[in-house]
């Protein structure tokens, strides 16, 4: 089956700049979620839907970041403005029973993100 | 906050020896352990989970084992091989709402 698919797999941008991050998720399923993996750690989570629904964003810097899963397929992620700080890797995962229990992630190869 | 502790952050071993990489939880009601593998340049894939209701599970040359007294749990390879190394990631799940509490690695080097 075709994996988790995420573009594009390099950014560079200047800070204050925005940047947008594109993924589509394994066909079927429901749950999808955005990670920030800074060098050296592991992923945070900043996002989570359950088809076109938000189920978690407590952890998303609302006053930069946005996302949005049209249709609960695809999903966007956006930064505005940039910052130094947010130089790291950004992950897509989904799973398959829309987060109503503990399963596996499958996850993108992600986009690297470096701001200058 | 709810945390998950990992060692080593760096873990060298002799080709064909064996790998154990340690992790701690601090939610007591934590009841979901994965372990996932990142290879260079890719996203993390799972290679092995346990829920708490278990004590020990294996897989080929991979096995977990949880310890929910204490609150650890670990990951052991035998007869490491050079496609081992990579970076490996601990996580703890909590109950209420299933989102996963991440290590912070721990990067495996297979010496030839």
């Known amino acids: 089956e075709a994996g988790v698919a995420q573009s594009p797999r390099y950014k560079i941008i200047e800070k204050r700049q925005s940047v947008a991050f594109w993924c589509n998720p394994i066909?079927?399923?429901?749950?999808l979620y955005w990670y920030q993996q800074i060098l050296g750690q592991g992923p945070k989570l900043l996002i989570q839907f359950q088809n076109n629904g938000v189920v978690d964003d407590s952890q998303l810097p609302k006053d930069r970041f946005s996302a949005e899963r049209l249709k609960g397929v695809d999903s966007t992620l956006k930064i505005q403005p940039a910052k130094l700080e947010d130089s790291a890797v950004y992950l897509c995962a989904s799973s398959w029973t829309g987060g109503q229990g503990n399963e596996k992630l499958f996850f993108g190869s992600g986009t690297q993100l470096s701001v200058l | 906050g709810e945390n998950v502790e990992q060692h080593p952050s760096t873990l060298s071993v002799q080709e064909g020896d064996s790998a154990v990489i340690k992790c701690t939880y601090s939610d007591s009601a934590s009841n979901y352990f994965p372990w996932y593998k990142q290879e260079l340049g890719k996203g993390p894939q799972l290679i092995i989970d346990?829920?708490?209701n278990v004590g020990e599970k294996k897989d080929q040359r991979i096995a977990v084992t949880l310890n929910k007294t204490a609150k650890h749990f670990s990951l052991h390879i035998t007869e490491t091989q050079p496609e081992d190394s990579a970076v490996y990631f601990c996580?703890?799940?909590?109950?209420?709402?299933?989102?996963?509490?991440w290590g912070a690695g721990t990067k495996l080097i297979i010496k030839p």
């Open positions: 346990i829920r708490s």
């Open positions: 996580a703890a799940s909590r109950r209420s709402n299933y989102q996963l509490i």
């Open positions: 066909s079927g399923h429901a749950t």
